[in-house]
Protein backbone atom coordinates (compact mmCIF):
# COMPACT_ATOMS: atom_id res chain seq x y z
CA UNK A 1 0.00 0.00 0.00
CA UNK A 2 1.34 3.44 -0.38
CA UNK A 3 0.53 6.84 0.65
CA UNK A 4 -1.87 7.66 -2.24
CA UNK A 5 -3.56 4.35 -1.70
CA UNK A 6 -4.48 5.02 2.66
CA UNK A 7 -5.32 9.08 1.99
CA UNK A 8 -7.80 7.45 -0.56
CA UNK A 9 -9.19 5.10 1.76
CA UNK A 10 -9.08 7.34 4.70
CA UNK A 11 -11.36 9.96 2.29
CA UNK A 12 -13.58 6.69 1.49
CA UNK A 13 -13.88 6.27 5.21
CA UNK A 14 -14.99 9.73 6.11
CA UNK A 15 -17.17 9.21 3.11
CA UNK A 16 -14.97 12.32 1.65
CA UNK A 17 -15.63 10.96 -1.86
CA UNK A 18 -16.20 14.54 -3.78
CA UNK A 19 -13.34 16.99 -3.48
CA UNK A 20 -13.25 20.51 -4.49
CA UNK A 21 -9.95 21.61 -6.40
CA UNK A 22 -8.12 23.48 -8.30
CA UNK A 23 -4.86 21.85 -9.69
CA UNK A 24 -1.37 22.44 -10.46
CA UNK A 25 1.88 20.71 -11.19
CA UNK A 26 2.42 20.11 -7.48
CA UNK A 27 -1.03 18.13 -7.24
CA UNK A 28 -0.86 15.93 -9.64
CA UNK A 29 0.91 13.40 -8.54
CA UNK A 30 -2.53 13.01 -5.60
CA UNK A 31 -4.41 13.08 -8.35
CA UNK A 32 -2.69 10.33 -10.64
CA UNK A 33 -5.13 6.74 -10.97
CA UNK A 34 -8.19 9.00 -9.81
CA UNK A 35 -10.56 6.46 -7.86
CA UNK A 36 -14.23 5.95 -9.60
CA UNK A 37 -15.63 6.31 -6.81
CA UNK A 38 -14.33 9.76 -6.21
CA UNK A 39 -15.91 12.83 -8.27
CA UNK A 40 -13.26 15.84 -8.43
CA UNK A 41 -15.20 19.80 -8.79
CA UNK A 42 -12.97 21.92 -10.56
CA UNK A 43 -13.52 25.42 -9.82
CA UNK A 44 -11.44 27.93 -11.74
CA UNK A 45 -10.26 30.40 -9.17
CA UNK A 46 -10.13 29.19 -5.28
CA UNK A 47 -11.42 31.81 -3.81
CA UNK A 48 -14.29 29.61 -5.54
CA UNK A 49 -12.86 25.94 -5.14
CA UNK A 50 -13.11 27.24 -1.29
CA UNK A 51 -16.93 28.48 -1.28
CA UNK A 52 -18.21 25.41 -2.67
CA UNK A 53 -16.62 23.27 -0.60
CA UNK A 54 -17.63 25.24 2.57
CA UNK A 55 -21.33 25.43 0.81
CA UNK A 56 -20.99 21.80 0.53
CA UNK A 57 -19.68 21.04 3.92
CA UNK A 58 -22.46 22.63 5.90
CA UNK A 59 -25.46 21.56 3.39
CA UNK A 60 -23.55 17.99 4.20
CA UNK A 61 -22.34 18.61 7.65
CA UNK A 62 -19.44 16.40 6.68
CA UNK A 63 -15.61 17.56 6.65
CA UNK A 64 -15.17 18.36 3.04
CA UNK A 65 -11.86 18.08 1.25
CA UNK A 66 -10.03 20.84 -0.81
CA UNK A 67 -7.07 20.35 -2.83
CA UNK A 68 -5.13 23.93 -3.66
CA UNK A 69 -2.34 24.47 -5.62
CA UNK A 70 0.81 25.30 -3.38
CA UNK A 71 1.27 28.89 -2.11
CA UNK A 72 -0.21 30.96 -4.69
CA UNK A 73 -3.62 28.63 -5.04
CA UNK A 74 -3.75 28.84 -1.20
CA UNK A 75 -2.88 33.09 -1.12
CA UNK A 76 -6.03 33.16 -3.41
CA UNK A 77 -8.48 31.03 -1.60
CA UNK A 78 -7.49 32.92 1.78
CA UNK A 79 -10.59 35.09 1.92
CA UNK A 80 -12.85 31.86 1.74
CA UNK A 81 -10.99 30.18 4.16
CA UNK A 82 -11.59 33.06 6.31
CA UNK A 83 -15.21 32.55 5.42
CA UNK A 84 -15.39 29.05 6.18
CA UNK A 85 -13.59 29.84 9.88
CA UNK A 86 -16.64 31.71 10.28
CA UNK A 87 -19.36 29.76 9.12
CA UNK A 88 -17.81 26.84 11.27
CA UNK A 89 -17.25 24.79 8.29
CA UNK A 90 -15.66 21.77 8.65
CA UNK A 91 -13.36 21.62 5.76
CA UNK A 92 -9.78 19.76 5.21
CA UNK A 93 -7.85 22.20 2.84
CA UNK A 94 -4.44 20.36 1.59
CA UNK A 95 -2.31 21.99 -1.36
CA UNK A 96 1.01 20.40 -3.13
CA UNK A 97 4.57 21.06 -2.14
CA UNK A 98 7.60 21.06 -4.12
CA UNK A 99 9.52 17.91 -3.60
CA UNK A 100 10.97 17.31 -0.03
CA UNK A 101 14.51 17.06 -1.67
CA UNK A 102 13.77 20.96 -3.18
CA UNK A 103 12.43 22.66 -0.21
CA UNK A 104 14.93 23.57 1.57
CA UNK A 105 16.88 25.00 -1.34
CA UNK A 106 13.97 27.05 -1.83
CA UNK A 107 13.15 25.37 -5.61
CA UNK A 108 10.09 27.09 -7.80
CA UNK A 109 6.73 26.75 -6.40
CA UNK A 110 8.21 25.83 -2.57
CA UNK A 111 5.47 26.78 -0.25
CA UNK A 112 7.49 28.35 1.66
CA UNK A 113 6.64 28.34 5.51
CA UNK A 114 3.68 26.91 4.32
CA UNK A 115 1.99 26.13 7.87
CA UNK A 116 1.93 30.03 8.94
CA UNK A 117 0.72 31.11 5.99
CA UNK A 118 -3.14 30.15 6.60
CA UNK A 119 -2.34 30.09 10.25
CA UNK A 120 -5.05 32.63 11.43
CA UNK A 121 -7.48 31.36 9.29
CA UNK A 122 -7.67 27.83 10.60
CA UNK A 123 -7.72 25.19 13.80
CA UNK A 124 -4.65 23.71 12.68
CA UNK A 125 -1.84 23.76 10.15
CA UNK A 126 0.43 20.96 9.41
CA UNK A 127 3.39 19.02 6.83
CA UNK A 128 3.75 16.06 7.76
CA UNK A 129 7.33 15.34 9.06
CA UNK A 130 7.06 12.34 6.83
CA UNK A 131 5.74 10.86 3.79
CA UNK A 132 4.67 8.06 5.77
CA UNK A 133 2.76 10.07 8.05
CA UNK A 134 0.41 11.79 5.65
CA UNK A 135 -2.38 9.33 6.14
CA UNK A 136 -2.31 10.01 10.02
CA UNK A 137 -1.82 13.67 9.28
CA UNK A 138 -4.80 14.35 6.70
CA UNK A 139 -6.83 12.05 9.66
CA UNK A 140 -5.49 14.90 12.12
CA UNK A 141 -7.05 17.27 9.98
CA UNK A 142 -10.43 15.78 9.42
CA UNK A 143 -10.81 15.30 12.72
CA UNK A 144 -9.61 18.82 14.16
CA UNK A 145 -12.40 20.62 11.26
CA UNK A 146 -14.94 18.15 12.16
CA UNK A 147 -15.22 18.77 16.32
CA UNK A 148 -16.63 21.78 17.86
CA UNK A 149 -16.38 24.88 16.98
CA UNK A 150 -15.97 23.34 13.27
CA UNK A 151 -13.72 24.57 10.86
CA UNK A 152 -11.02 24.43 8.63
CA UNK A 153 -8.28 22.70 9.22
CA UNK A 154 -4.73 22.52 6.50
CA UNK A 155 -2.23 19.83 5.72
CA UNK A 156 0.41 20.83 3.49
CA UNK A 157 1.60 17.84 1.02
CA UNK A 158 5.01 17.30 -0.28
CA UNK A 159 4.40 15.90 -3.95
CA UNK A 160 6.57 13.10 -3.90
CA UNK A 161 4.89 11.69 -0.92
CA UNK A 162 2.16 10.01 -2.89
CA UNK A 163 3.90 6.91 -3.70
CA UNK A 164 5.67 6.20 -1.05
CA UNK A 165 4.70 2.66 0.52
CA UNK A 166 3.13 2.47 4.11
CA UNK A 167 3.08 -0.31 6.76
CA UNK A 168 -0.68 -1.04 6.10
CA UNK A 169 -1.38 -2.81 9.69
CA UNK A 170 0.00 0.78 10.96
CA UNK A 171 -2.15 3.03 8.88
CA UNK A 172 -5.04 0.88 8.91
CA UNK A 173 -5.84 2.46 12.80
CA UNK A 174 -5.55 6.10 11.23
CA UNK A 175 -8.31 5.35 8.52
CA UNK A 176 -10.59 3.24 10.66
CA UNK A 177 -10.48 5.75 13.93
CA UNK A 178 -13.50 7.89 14.38
CA UNK A 179 -13.73 10.96 16.98
CA UNK A 180 -16.86 11.89 18.84
CA UNK A 181 -17.14 15.19 19.92
CA UNK A 182 -21.07 16.27 21.11
CA UNK A 183 -21.05 16.51 24.80
CA UNK A 184 -23.78 17.40 26.83
CA UNK A 185 -24.05 20.02 29.25
CA UNK A 186 -23.29 19.53 32.83
CA UNK A 187 -27.21 18.49 34.51
CA UNK A 188 -26.59 21.20 37.07
CA UNK A 189 -25.85 24.04 34.81
CA UNK A 190 -29.25 23.14 32.45
CA UNK A 191 -31.33 22.79 35.47
CA UNK A 192 -30.18 26.64 36.63
CA UNK A 193 -30.73 27.71 33.33
CA UNK A 194 -34.52 26.00 33.22
CA UNK A 195 -34.96 27.54 36.74
CA UNK A 196 -33.97 30.98 35.34
CA UNK A 197 -36.37 30.79 32.56
CA UNK A 198 -39.15 29.65 34.36
CA UNK A 199 -39.12 32.30 37.27
CA UNK A 200 -37.92 35.20 34.56
CA UNK A 201 -41.08 37.66 34.15
CA UNK A 202 -40.20 38.75 30.93
CA UNK A 203 -37.20 36.57 29.13
CA UNK A 204 -36.69 36.29 25.57
CA UNK A 205 -34.56 33.90 23.26
CA UNK A 206 -32.08 34.24 20.91
CA UNK A 207 -31.22 32.07 18.00
CA UNK A 208 -27.79 31.97 16.02
CA UNK A 209 -26.45 29.53 13.22
CA UNK A 210 -25.22 26.58 15.41
CA UNK A 211 -29.14 25.59 16.49
CA UNK A 212 -28.77 24.62 13.06
CA UNK A 213 -25.60 23.19 12.45
CA UNK A 214 -26.32 20.82 15.14
CA UNK A 215 -29.28 19.78 14.45
CA UNK A 216 -31.31 21.60 17.59
CA UNK A 217 -34.09 23.37 15.31
CA UNK A 218 -36.62 21.35 16.67
CA UNK A 219 -35.39 21.26 20.54
CA UNK A 220 -35.50 25.69 19.94
CA UNK A 221 -39.04 25.42 18.52
CA UNK A 222 -40.46 23.03 21.84
CA UNK A 223 -38.59 24.74 24.17
CA UNK A 224 -39.91 28.23 22.80
CA UNK A 225 -43.79 26.73 22.85
CA UNK A 226 -43.08 25.24 26.01
CA UNK A 227 -42.08 28.43 28.09
CA UNK A 228 -43.57 30.90 25.24
CA UNK A 229 -40.47 32.27 24.42
CA UNK A 230 -40.33 35.27 22.34
CA UNK A 231 -37.68 34.47 19.93
CA UNK A 232 -35.45 36.73 17.83
CA UNK A 233 -32.60 35.73 15.17
CA UNK A 234 -28.90 36.72 16.21
CA UNK A 235 -27.51 39.78 14.24
CA UNK A 236 -27.79 39.10 10.49
CA UNK A 237 -23.78 39.94 9.71
CA UNK A 238 -23.13 36.54 11.76
CA UNK A 239 -26.24 34.84 11.47
CA UNK A 240 -24.90 32.41 8.90
CA UNK A 241 -27.75 29.84 9.03
CA UNK A 242 -31.32 30.36 10.40
CA UNK A 243 -32.17 28.42 14.01
CA UNK A 244 -35.51 29.16 14.18
CA UNK A 245 -38.64 28.82 11.98
CA UNK A 246 -39.33 32.84 10.86
CA UNK A 247 -42.84 32.33 10.12
CA UNK A 248 -43.56 30.81 13.60
CA UNK A 249 -46.05 33.44 15.79
CA UNK A 250 -43.44 33.64 18.08
CA UNK A 251 -40.85 34.81 16.11
CA UNK A 252 -39.94 38.49 16.43
CA UNK A 253 -37.10 39.37 14.14
CA UNK A 254 -33.62 40.03 13.67
CA UNK A 255 -31.68 41.81 16.20
CA UNK A 256 -29.86 44.76 14.95
CA UNK A 257 -26.09 44.13 14.93
CA UNK A 258 -25.01 46.81 16.84
CA UNK A 259 -24.28 47.53 20.51
CA UNK A 260 -26.70 50.14 21.30
CA UNK A 261 -29.38 49.33 19.33
CA UNK A 262 -29.65 45.29 20.55
CA UNK A 263 -30.45 46.83 24.20
CA UNK A 264 -32.97 49.10 22.47
CA UNK A 265 -34.70 46.69 21.33
CA UNK A 266 -34.74 43.98 24.26
CA UNK A 267 -35.36 46.79 26.54
CA UNK A 268 -37.74 45.23 29.31
CA UNK A 269 -36.89 41.99 29.05
CA UNK A 270 -35.20 40.36 32.32
CA UNK A 271 -33.22 36.80 30.86
CA UNK A 272 -31.72 36.80 27.43
CA UNK A 273 -31.18 33.29 26.60
CA UNK A 274 -28.81 33.07 23.57
CA UNK A 275 -28.23 29.51 21.79
CA UNK A 276 -25.88 28.48 19.05
CA UNK A 277 -24.55 32.32 18.29
CA UNK A 278 -21.81 34.11 19.91
CA UNK A 279 -22.75 37.26 21.86
CA UNK A 280 -23.11 38.86 19.20
CA UNK A 281 -22.18 39.62 15.57
CA UNK A 282 -21.88 43.04 15.88
CA UNK A 283 -21.28 45.32 13.29
CA UNK A 284 -21.03 49.04 13.03
CA UNK A 285 -19.88 50.66 16.25
CA UNK A 286 -22.66 52.03 17.82
CA UNK A 287 -22.22 52.50 21.29
CA UNK A 288 -24.44 52.13 24.33
CA UNK A 289 -25.09 49.95 27.33
CA UNK A 290 -24.31 45.78 26.46
CA UNK A 291 -27.74 44.83 27.91
CA UNK A 292 -30.64 46.64 28.87
CA UNK A 293 -31.36 47.49 32.54
CA UNK A 294 -32.07 44.84 34.76
CA UNK A 295 -31.29 42.35 31.99
CA UNK A 296 -29.58 39.14 32.80
CA UNK A 297 -27.78 37.00 29.85
CA UNK A 298 -26.91 33.61 29.36
CA UNK A 299 -25.10 31.91 26.48
CA UNK A 300 -25.04 28.25 25.14
CA UNK A 301 -22.29 27.83 22.73
CA UNK A 302 -20.21 24.94 21.46
CA UNK A 303 -17.35 27.11 20.82
CA UNK A 304 -15.25 27.86 24.16
CA UNK A 305 -13.53 30.90 22.53
CA UNK A 306 -17.47 32.72 22.08
CA UNK A 307 -18.08 31.84 25.02
CA UNK A 308 -14.10 33.21 26.40
CA UNK A 309 -14.96 36.24 24.58
CA UNK A 310 -18.28 37.92 25.27
CA UNK A 311 -18.43 41.18 27.06
CA UNK A 312 -20.95 40.49 28.92
CA UNK A 313 -23.38 37.60 30.43
CA UNK A 314 -22.93 34.13 31.58
CA UNK A 315 -22.13 30.67 28.87
CA UNK A 316 -22.41 27.07 29.05
CA UNK A 317 -19.99 25.42 26.61
CA UNK A 318 -21.72 22.18 25.34
CA UNK A 319 -23.57 20.92 21.95
CA UNK A 320 -26.10 23.30 21.19
CA UNK A 321 -28.68 20.71 20.72
CA UNK A 322 -28.03 18.26 23.63
CA UNK A 323 -28.06 21.18 25.17
CA UNK A 324 -31.61 22.34 24.14
CA UNK A 325 -32.91 19.00 24.46
CA UNK A 326 -31.86 18.67 28.18
CA UNK A 327 -33.37 22.20 28.69
CA UNK A 328 -36.86 21.58 26.91
CA UNK A 329 -36.56 18.12 29.72
CA UNK A 330 -36.16 20.28 32.13
CA UNK A 331 -38.40 23.17 31.79
CA UNK A 332 -41.57 23.35 33.25
CA UNK A 333 -44.69 24.65 30.75
CA UNK A 334 -45.19 27.94 30.78
CA UNK A 335 -48.60 30.30 30.94
CA UNK A 336 -46.97 33.68 29.49
CA UNK A 337 -49.04 35.41 26.48
CA UNK A 338 -47.85 34.79 23.43
CA UNK A 339 -46.10 37.96 21.92
CA UNK A 340 -47.64 39.26 18.68
CA UNK A 341 -46.66 37.82 15.36
CA UNK A 342 -44.73 39.67 13.20
CA UNK A 343 -46.61 42.23 11.17
CA UNK A 344 -47.39 41.30 7.26
CA UNK A 345 -44.45 43.37 4.95
CA UNK A 346 -46.24 43.97 2.12
CA UNK A 347 -45.07 44.26 -1.40
CA UNK A 348 -44.33 47.72 -0.97
CA UNK A 349 -44.64 50.57 -3.89
CA UNK A 350 -45.01 50.06 -7.74
CA UNK A 351 -41.91 51.48 -9.15
CA UNK A 352 -39.71 51.37 -12.17
CA UNK A 353 -37.34 49.76 -11.67
CA UNK A 354 -38.75 47.71 -9.04
CA UNK A 355 -37.72 47.90 -5.25
CA UNK A 356 -35.55 45.11 -4.11
CA UNK A 357 -38.76 44.65 -1.65
CA UNK A 358 -41.00 43.95 -4.66
CA UNK A 359 -38.40 41.53 -6.35
CA UNK A 360 -37.92 39.44 -3.05
CA UNK A 361 -41.69 39.19 -2.41
CA UNK A 362 -42.20 38.40 -6.00
CA UNK A 363 -39.31 35.18 -5.24
CA UNK A 364 -41.45 34.36 -2.13
CA UNK A 365 -44.64 34.03 -4.11
CA UNK A 366 -43.04 31.47 -6.65
CA UNK A 367 -40.51 29.69 -3.93
CA UNK A 368 -40.53 25.78 -4.07
CA UNK A 369 -41.48 24.31 -0.57
CA UNK A 370 -38.44 22.82 0.00
CA UNK A 371 -36.07 25.45 -1.79
CA UNK A 372 -33.07 26.53 -0.15
CA UNK A 373 -31.81 30.33 0.08
CA UNK A 374 -28.27 31.07 -0.55
CA UNK A 375 -27.64 34.92 0.32
CA UNK A 376 -25.48 37.42 -0.67
CA UNK A 377 -27.11 40.66 -1.98
CA UNK A 378 -26.27 43.13 1.12
CA UNK A 379 -28.33 45.57 0.86
CA UNK A 380 -31.79 43.14 0.65
CA UNK A 381 -30.47 40.44 3.51
CA UNK A 382 -33.31 42.27 5.85
CA UNK A 383 -35.98 42.16 3.30
CA UNK A 384 -34.96 38.52 2.46
CA UNK A 385 -35.27 37.82 5.66
CA UNK A 386 -39.20 39.47 5.96
CA UNK A 387 -40.21 38.65 2.49
CA UNK A 388 -39.38 34.73 2.75
CA UNK A 389 -39.67 33.96 6.32
CA UNK A 390 -37.50 30.58 5.57
CA UNK A 391 -39.17 28.18 8.20
CA UNK A 392 -37.28 24.63 7.39
CA UNK A 393 -34.04 23.73 8.95
CA UNK A 394 -31.41 23.25 6.53
CA UNK A 395 -32.61 25.98 4.36
CA UNK A 396 -30.47 29.69 4.63
CA UNK A 397 -26.72 29.95 4.15
CA UNK A 398 -25.27 33.22 4.33
CA UNK A 399 -21.21 34.41 4.05
CA UNK A 400 -21.31 35.06 8.42
CA UNK A 401 -17.21 36.26 7.49
CA UNK A 402 -18.63 39.09 4.95
CA UNK A 403 -15.90 37.87 2.63
CA UNK A 404 -17.62 38.74 -0.45
CA UNK A 405 -17.53 35.53 -3.59
CA UNK A 406 -19.22 33.02 -0.34
CA UNK A 407 -23.07 33.11 -2.15
CA UNK A 408 -22.18 32.40 -5.70
CA UNK A 409 -19.68 29.90 -4.90
CA UNK A 410 -21.50 28.58 -1.80
CA UNK A 411 -24.56 27.83 -3.69
CA UNK A 412 -22.82 25.51 -5.98
CA UNK A 413 -21.69 23.41 -3.25
CA UNK A 414 -24.75 23.55 -1.50
CA UNK A 415 -26.40 21.69 -4.69
CA UNK A 416 -23.77 19.31 -5.29
CA UNK A 417 -24.91 18.26 -1.37
CA UNK A 418 -28.38 18.63 -1.66
CA UNK A 419 -29.36 17.19 -5.19
CA UNK A 420 -32.69 16.70 -4.41
CA UNK A 421 -33.59 20.28 -3.20
CA UNK A 422 -33.68 23.52 -5.47
CA UNK A 423 -31.50 25.86 -4.46
CA UNK A 424 -32.08 29.47 -5.27
CA UNK A 425 -28.95 31.84 -4.60
CA UNK A 426 -29.92 35.77 -4.26
CA UNK A 427 -26.87 37.86 -5.35
CA UNK A 428 -26.39 42.01 -5.54
CA UNK A 429 -24.56 42.31 -8.96
CA UNK A 430 -21.32 43.84 -7.11
CA UNK A 431 -21.04 40.24 -4.65
CA UNK A 432 -21.51 38.15 -8.19
CA UNK A 433 -18.40 39.56 -9.50
CA UNK A 434 -15.83 38.25 -6.68
CA UNK A 435 -17.00 34.46 -7.83
CA UNK A 436 -17.70 34.92 -11.40
CA UNK A 437 -16.25 32.00 -12.57
CA UNK A 438 -18.26 29.50 -10.13
CA UNK A 439 -20.72 29.94 -13.32
CA UNK A 440 -18.43 27.63 -15.06
CA UNK A 441 -18.39 25.32 -13.22
CA UNK A 442 -22.29 25.26 -12.52
CA UNK A 443 -22.78 25.13 -16.20
CA UNK A 444 -19.83 22.08 -16.79
CA UNK A 445 -21.46 19.95 -14.08
CA UNK A 446 -24.86 21.13 -14.67
CA UNK A 447 -25.61 22.11 -10.80
CA UNK A 448 -29.69 23.58 -11.58
CA UNK A 449 -28.96 26.68 -8.79
CA UNK A 450 -31.22 29.25 -9.85
CA UNK A 451 -29.03 32.67 -9.97
CA UNK A 452 -31.21 35.72 -9.16
CA UNK A 453 -29.15 38.98 -9.41
CA UNK A 454 -30.73 41.76 -8.27
CA UNK A 455 -29.32 44.82 -10.03
CA UNK A 456 -29.10 48.22 -8.28
CA UNK A 457 -25.77 49.95 -10.57
CA UNK A 458 -24.28 50.72 -6.90
CA UNK A 459 -22.84 49.48 -4.02
CA UNK A 460 -25.77 50.24 -1.88
CA UNK A 461 -24.94 48.43 1.73
CA UNK A 462 -21.33 51.06 1.42
CA UNK A 463 -23.80 54.01 0.53
CA UNK A 464 -25.73 53.36 3.55
CA UNK A 465 -22.65 52.39 5.79
CA UNK A 466 -20.94 56.22 4.59
CA UNK A 467 -24.09 57.58 6.09
CA UNK A 468 -23.29 55.88 9.38
CA UNK A 469 -20.01 56.78 9.21
CA UNK A 470 -20.49 60.27 8.73
CA UNK A 471 -18.47 59.84 5.26
CA UNK A 472 -18.70 61.80 2.61
CA UNK A 473 -17.99 61.77 -0.97
CA UNK A 474 -16.06 58.48 -1.04
CA UNK A 475 -15.20 57.12 -4.36
CA UNK A 476 -16.09 53.99 -6.29
CA UNK A 477 -19.51 53.24 -4.71
CA UNK A 478 -21.36 52.77 -7.95
CA UNK A 479 -21.17 50.18 -10.35
CA UNK A 480 -22.61 50.97 -13.53
CA UNK A 481 -22.72 48.46 -16.71
CA UNK A 482 -22.08 45.34 -15.13
CA UNK A 483 -24.31 42.84 -17.42
CA UNK A 484 -24.01 40.28 -15.52
CA UNK A 485 -26.57 37.86 -16.96
CA UNK A 486 -24.63 38.12 -20.49
CA UNK A 487 -21.32 37.02 -18.37
CA UNK A 488 -22.95 34.30 -17.58
CA UNK A 489 -24.29 32.88 -20.78
CA UNK A 490 -20.49 33.61 -21.97
CA UNK A 491 -19.33 30.84 -18.89
CA UNK A 492 -22.61 28.41 -20.55
CA UNK A 493 -25.35 29.32 -17.94
CA UNK A 494 -28.50 30.18 -19.63
CA UNK A 495 -29.45 33.37 -18.32
CA UNK A 496 -31.78 36.37 -19.40
CA UNK A 497 -32.28 39.95 -18.08
CA UNK A 498 -36.59 41.06 -17.00
CA UNK A 499 -38.05 43.55 -15.70
CA UNK A 500 -41.03 44.45 -13.52
CA UNK A 501 -43.10 41.88 -11.52
CA UNK A 502 -44.52 40.01 -13.86
CA UNK A 503 -41.59 38.92 -16.02
CA UNK A 504 -39.30 38.27 -13.13
CA UNK A 505 -42.26 36.09 -11.75
CA UNK A 506 -42.24 34.21 -15.25
CA UNK A 507 -38.46 33.76 -16.02
CA UNK A 508 -38.46 32.90 -11.58
CA UNK A 509 -40.77 30.06 -12.55
CA UNK A 510 -39.52 28.98 -15.90
CA UNK A 511 -36.10 28.52 -13.79
CA UNK A 512 -37.13 26.58 -10.94
CA UNK A 513 -38.79 23.95 -13.35
CA UNK A 514 -35.61 23.54 -15.42
CA UNK A 515 -32.77 20.76 -14.40
CA UNK A 516 -29.76 23.06 -15.46
CA UNK A 517 -28.46 26.11 -13.60
CA UNK A 518 -30.20 29.37 -14.90
CA UNK A 519 -29.68 33.38 -13.99
CA UNK A 520 -32.54 35.81 -14.02
CA UNK A 521 -30.90 39.43 -13.64
CA UNK A 522 -33.54 42.37 -12.57
CA UNK A 523 -33.12 45.68 -12.65
CA UNK A 524 -33.90 47.21 -8.74
CA UNK A 525 -34.18 50.40 -7.18
CA UNK A 526 -31.36 51.36 -5.34
CA UNK A 527 -30.60 51.71 -1.87
CA UNK A 528 -31.21 49.83 1.19
CA UNK A 529 -34.08 47.31 1.65
CA UNK A 530 -35.44 46.50 4.81
CA UNK A 531 -38.78 45.05 4.52
C1 LIG B 1 -13.98 40.35 -0.39
C2 LIG B 1 -14.72 41.60 -0.07
N1 LIG B 1 -14.33 42.78 -0.62
C3 LIG B 1 -15.00 43.91 -0.35
C4 LIG B 1 -16.05 43.90 0.52
C5 LIG B 1 -16.75 45.20 0.90
N2 LIG B 1 -18.15 45.24 0.45
C6 LIG B 1 -19.16 44.94 1.29
S1 LIG B 1 -20.64 45.06 0.57
C7 LIG B 1 -19.97 45.55 -0.89
C8 LIG B 1 -20.84 45.89 -2.05
C9 LIG B 1 -21.72 44.80 -2.52
O1 LIG B 1 -22.40 45.19 -3.69
P1 LIG B 1 -23.64 44.43 -4.23
O2 LIG B 1 -23.44 42.98 -4.20
O3 LIG B 1 -24.00 45.02 -5.54
O4 LIG B 1 -24.77 44.67 -3.15
P2 LIG B 1 -25.53 45.99 -2.65
O5 LIG B 1 -24.70 46.63 -1.60
O6 LIG B 1 -25.72 46.88 -3.83
O7 LIG B 1 -26.78 45.43 -2.11
C10 LIG B 1 -18.57 45.59 -0.80
C11 LIG B 1 -17.69 45.96 -1.92
C12 LIG B 1 -16.40 42.66 1.11
N3 LIG B 1 -17.39 42.55 1.98
N4 LIG B 1 -15.74 41.54 0.78
Redesign the pocket.
Known sequence: MNVREAAFDLFREHRMTTIFGNPGSTELPMLAEFPEDFRYVLGLQEAVVVGMADGFAQASGRATHVNLHTAPGVGNAM?AIFNAQANKSPLLVTAGQQVRAQVTMNANLTNRDATRVVHPFVKWSYEPARAEDVPLALGHGIHVASTAPRGPAFVSLPMDDWNVGVDEAEVGHAIERSVSSRSGADPASVEAIAKRIAAAKNPVLVVGPDVDASGGWDDAVALAERQKLPVFASPAPGGGRIGFPEGHPLFQGVLPPAIGPVAETLKGRDLIVVVGSSVFPYYPYIPGPLLPEGAELVAITSDPDEAARAPMGDAIVADVALTLKALVAEVPEGDRAEPDPLPDPGAGEEMDPIS?TMANHTLAGVLPEDAIVVL??????LSVRNQLRISKPGSYFFGAG????FGLSAAIGVQLAQPDRPVVCI????????AITGFWTAAAYDVPVTFLV???E???????FAGIEEVQGAPGLD?PAVNTSEVAKGYGVPAERVSGADELEASLKKSFGSDGPSLVEVPVQ?G?ALF
Not at 376 to 381: H, L
Not at 402 to 405: I, S, T, V, Y
Not at 458 to 464: D, F, P, R, V
Open positions: GPEAPSATGGLGLGEGSAQYLRNEYAILKWLPM
